[in-house]
């Protein structure tokens, strides 16, 4: 595969026929309708969608959802897949995107990390809707701004690009989103943990034993800390009556922190087929959308 464009050789890949079938493939969730259920993967297939792959997008969509996908895997700056096509060997496919820089991380981290808002959601392991703006307005837009930034190869005889494969490939990358938010921001180049030890360690919580064997000593205070750093010490006999009083105002209205029910089933992904597989999954979401109303 050359060009973006080309359909050079798809009348004669359609002579290959039906797809063979594979034996636990990688199925799709969604068994009818749009692919993507958060905000993130959704605006991952809109911004493809964008770059008018839409008609070519659909082509793989019935491979995604009959599991011809047979492996796939997320790397910083490069997602691989195996896909089984009509052929005895099946297909591999590449899809690179630019890795963020170290310096425009230390940016991004020190930007999530002054912001408590960012944090919270960070750390309970969901991406709010604004952090896209956030990334851009540092000059690190999470999506692609054009279809050139995607470096996009299948080993099949298809000169359409995506081809059925690369375009299975997205849509299952879209919903590997779904399962972990943080899949996204591994493939621009920074790890969960890498990510959460970071703004731990900005925010003042990941505190480690300095050389002189106390917590904390060569850092400044945080949060709580800083906010009770100055307050006078005293016994507690002679400030009983103002024990349990707010030692900094408080706001009128406590914020609050909005995540969705079924963060959780997002983040564990498909059950095993023994117990119920992707069907399981989706009515355990159902029944958490509906008690969570």
Do not use: N
């Amino acid at each position: 595969m050359t060009s973006p464009t080309g359909t050079g050789g798809r009348g004669r890949f359609a002579d290959y026929g039906r797809p063979r079938r594979v034996d636990g493939g990688l199925r799709a969730r969604s068994s009818r309708g749009a692919i993507g259920v958060s905000w993130w993967s959704r605006r991952f297939l809109e911004v493809l969608e964008s770059f008018a792959l839409g008609t070519r997008l659909t082509r793989g969509r019935a491979y995604a959802r009959a599991g011809q996908v047979v492996r796939l895997d997320i790397a910083p700056g490069t997602v691989t897949s195996t896909v089984q096509g009509s052929r005895p060997r099946p297909y591999q496919v590449h899809i690179a995107l630019p890795v963020f820089p170290e310096q425009l991380w230390a940016r991004i981290e020190a930007e999530l990390a002054g912001q408590a808002f960012f944090s919270a959601r960070l750390l309970a392991g969901d991406l709010p809707a604004e952090l896209e703006e956030l990334f851009t307005a540092v000059g690190a837009p999470l999506f692609p701004a054009t279809v050139t930034e995607l470096a996009q190869r299948c080993s099949c005889p298809d000169a359409a690009v995506p081809c059925k494969h690369l375009a299975a490939t997205f849509y299952l990358l879209a919903e590997a989103f779904d399962a972990d938010p943080f899949a996204l921001l591994h493939w621009r180049g920074r790890s969960r943990d890498a990510l959460l030890d970071r703004l731990r360690e900005l925010r003042g919580t990941g505190s480690k034993p300095s050389s002189t064997g106390t917590l904390g000593a060569d850092r400044p205070a945080a949060g709580a800390a800083r906010a009770l750093a100055d307050l006078p010490v005293a016994p507690l006999a002679e400030t009983v009556d103002r024990f349990w009083l707010p030692p900094v105002p408080l706001p009128d209205r406590p914020p609050s922190l909005a995540s969705r029910p079924d963060l959780l089933l997002r983040q564990l992904g498909a059950p095993a087929p023994a117990i119920g597989g992707p069907g399981l999954l989706e009515r355990l979401r159902q029944a958490y959308r509906q008690l969570g109303e």
